[in-house]
């Protein structure tokens, strides 16, 4: 046989033999499964508690355990998630005051690109304004958010991306108008998520289905999505019903028939009573 086999053999008996001898001998009893799943419990129901205080609590019930060890652990189950909890726990809590704003892009027939720039409101998701654009820029950016927000409104919290268009200049106007600007992290999308939403079900519920011809053309498709959007939309989110309200029909009569009103070209319908003829 080649000496760097038996080199070989060599290097992997020593390895084995290293694993063997650093093998747990007792020493510190290992945390039971009961008590892992404890810290993991109140590491994720208490987000600003360390290791000091999650200790103290299990000493309260009685589990004996190092503070050392207990660390060691949470240091690995717990940390990473919690800027994005804290995220969604602030969305949930002032989702009343919350906006949101960003651009997606659309191409035309001819291939040029146009981009819409739209604010949603985080309450009942609707949407205060949009426009389209060829040329983005910060001073246009600043024009559109004049005529979403003419006054000193309920909003206090306006969400944005790191956008290169969301400049200084964007971020003096919005602290102008008394909102405080809440950039999301770097590629994480899911911070801005009715607004990412809301481009998702533009782009499935109309924009896949027709060809933008020119921006005008554009901005007759996005106006007429958006009053369907407000009007007639079922939202989940809003327990199966509209940013407006969509008011309940009760069968006015037992010889009422259900009718459907098509919309968005016949894309999508309405449905309602109508009383037999």
């Not at 050392?68 to 940390?79: D, E, N, P, V």
């Not at 790191?162 to 999301?184: C, M, N, Q």
Request: proline share 5%; net charge positive; aromatic share 10%.
């Amino acid at each position: 046989m080649k000496p760097a086999t038996v080199a070989g053999w060599h290097r992997a008996g020593f390895r084995l033999y290293w694993r063997w001898r650093s093998g747990p001998r007792g020493g510190r009893p290992k945390i039971s499964e009961e008590i892992r799943g404890l810290i993991r419990r109140l590491a994720e129901e208490n987000l600003d508690w360390g290791a000091p205080k999650i200790h103290g609590e299990l000493q309260k019930l009685g589990f004996v355990v190092s503070e050392r060890s207990m660390a060691r652990y949470l240091r690995r189950i717990r940390r990473r998630g919690d800027p994005g909890k804290a995220w969604l726990a602030f969305l949930r809590n002032h989702r009343e005051v919350i906006v949101a704003f960003d651009f997606f892009t659309v191409p035309t027939v001819t291939f040029n690109l146009l981009y819409c720039f739209f604010v949603i409101q985080h309450g009942r998701r609707k949407i205060l304004h949009c426009n389209i654009t060829r040329h983005p820029t910060a001073e246009w950016v600043v024009q559109q958010l004049r005529e979403a927000f003419p006054e000193a409104g309920p909003y206090r919290y306006v969400i944005l991306d790191r956008d290169s268009k969301f400049d200084a200049e964007v971020i003096t106007f919005l602290k102008a108008t008394g909102l405080t600007p809440k950039r999301t992290s770097v590629q994480a999308p899911w911070q801005n998520g009715v607004a990412e939403r809301w481009v998702g079900s533009c782009r499935r519920e109309i924009l896949d289905q027709v060809i933008a011809l020119n921006a005008q053309h554009l901005r007759r498709l996005i106006g007429d999505y958006v009053d369907y959007y407000h009007q007639d939309r079922i939202h989940d989110s809003l327990e199966k019903d509209t940013p407006h309200r969509r008011p309940v029909e009760r069968k006015p009569s037992p010889n009422a028939v259900v009718i459907s009103n098509a919309g968005l070209g016949g894309i999508h319908h309405r449905y309602s009573w109508r009383e037999a003829a």
